[in-house]
């Protein structure tokens, strides 16, 4: 069960990351991916919380409830069950942003809910303080979507593999989801995760002690992440993880425009590593190692997966 996420303190600088006060096999199915892919939207809100546009301001302005439309990419065959994934957008981006590689994950076998958080969304003033609250967001869509898996007559009825969950981020949305990893904001229910052009923000970490597999992504030109600051949160985070470097990859392109150079290779190792972590499939590690050692598209520059 997810644990009650604190507010975290104020980062700076639109990129992203948090000022921590202390600073198996499944997935079976009928058929065999590539599967044809459904989409939809989900209405969800979380009435528990609020969402206040001035923070500075203590609550002036702030209304009840944290509207969270979710975006679920998923196979339309296949009987399933299908391993989780939760994705978490950049500021003022959407999930359509990164279609093609959710798309991409749902043809490999894998449901994909990506929530458009209230606050730093495309078409919002992008309050960055309020990716601190973007953690308890990601585990509120969590719970619902699952309870989809249980829903009679839902599309999704006995067809999400609760076990197996990984949580996936880009930019502010990759700091959103490496604090589910921190001891103010841990998921137990996470079971692997992939970092997008994340790092600390300069910032200490606070990782809680658990190993839950980590796929680190990251271009040596990031103009909005520093790569050094990429390397100290991977380096601080405990457990099984690996690094891989897209040499002269920027900030956003490689993740959400199928014509950079450098996003096949970022769907190629992420897609390997959700099926190496999530359904057990042995052999996408291998094809991870070869897909992230490709020299000057993708280079595995750590690797620690294997403990």
Not at 42 to 60: A, C, F, I, K, W
Not at 94 to 119: C, K, N, R
Not at 250 to 266: E, K, L, Q, W
Request: aromatic share 8%; glycine share 10%; with cysteine.
């Amino acid at each position: 069960m997810p644990r009650t996420a604190r507010p975290l303190p104020y980062l700076t600088a639109g990129l992203v990351v948090f000022a921590l006060a202390v600073t198996g096999c499944t997935g079976t199915a009928a058929t065999s991916p590539p599967y044809p892919v459904s989409t939809r939207v989900l209405d969800l809100s979380d009435p528990s919380r609020s969402t206040d546009p001035t923070p500075e301001q203590r609550g002036l302005d702030a209304r009840p409830g944290r509207d969270l439309p979710t975006t679920l990419w998923y196979p339309r065959t296949g009987e399933g069950p299908f391993p989780l994934v939760v994705f978490s957008h950049g500021t003022d981006a959407s999930p359509e942003g990164y279609e093609e590689l959710l798309e991409a994950w749902a043809a490999a076998g894998f449901v994909v809910a990506a929530p458009t958080f209230p606050l730093t969304s495309a078409g919002t003033a992008v309050i960055e303080e309020d990716i601190a609250n973007q953690p308890a967001d990601v585990s509120f869509v969590l719970t619902e979507v699952l309870a989809l898996g249980t829903t009679d007559g839902d599309p999704l009825e006995r067809r999400i593999d609760r076990r197996h969950v990984a949580a996936a981020g880009h930019s502010a949305g990759a700091a959103t989801t490496s604090a589910l990893l921190f001891s103010c904001c841990l998921d137990e229910r996470v079971t692997a995760e992939v970092v997008l052009a994340g790092g600390t923000g300069g910032y200490p970490t606070d990782f809680a002690d658990v190993d839950v597999p980590t796929l680190y992504v990251h271009g040596t030109d990031d103009e909005g992440m520093s790569i050094d600051d990429a390397r100290a949160l991977y380096e601080a985070q405990p457990g099984r993880k690996a690094f891989v470097e897209l040499p002269g990859g920027s900030h956003t392109d490689p993740y959400s425009r199928t014509s950079d150079p450098y996003a096949a290779a970022v769907r190629a190792v992420t897609t390997d590593f959700l099926r190496w972590t999530l359904d057990g499939d042995r052999a996408a590690l291998a094809e991870f190692v070869i897909d992230a050692g490709r020299p000057g598209v993708a280079e595995l520059r750590q690797n620690a997966l294997s403990g």
